[in-house]
């Protein structure tokens, strides 16, 4: 399984992007999708997770009510839209597929497969 990360850039406080995560692969539809991310000087940290079906979501509490995750199976495409950025939002954003679909996840080390991750800045 590969993964493509893209939509990341330069925005300011209080804007919006959309990041997207492509998938290669037959199965994507089966996989727990994750995003997370890392800022400068920082360790890597969770930020959302969806199920194979989109039915549950589970946010970090750092981010909750700005950013929704979505996915289209059909698509091989997970998507994370970031509403009223903030400068601490800025970091490199990685997207991450969990093949264990028994339970979520927020643990890096529980996902098997990452793509190359994608530069938010947000400017004050």
């Known amino acids: 399984v590969q993964l493509q990360a893209c939509g990341g850039g330069l925005v300011q406080a209080g804007g919006s992007l959309r990041l997207s995560c492509a998938a290669s692969g037959r199965t994507f539809g089966s996989y727990i999708m994750g995003w997370f991310r890392q800022a400068p000087g920082k360790e890597r940290e969770f930020v959302v997770v969806?199920?194979?079906?989109?039915?549950?979501?589970y946010y970090a509490d750092s981010v909750k009510g700005r950013f929704t995750i979505a996915r289209d199976n059909a698509k091989n495409t997970v998507y994370l839209q970031m509403n009223s950025l903030k400068p601490e939002d800025t970091a490199v954003y990685y997207c991450a597929a969990r093949t264990n679909t028994v339970a979520i996840s927020r643990r890096l080390n529980e996902y098997d497969y990452w793509g190359q991750g994608t530069q938010v800045t947000v400017s004050s």
């Open positions: 969806i199920t194979w079906d989109g039915g549950s979501r």
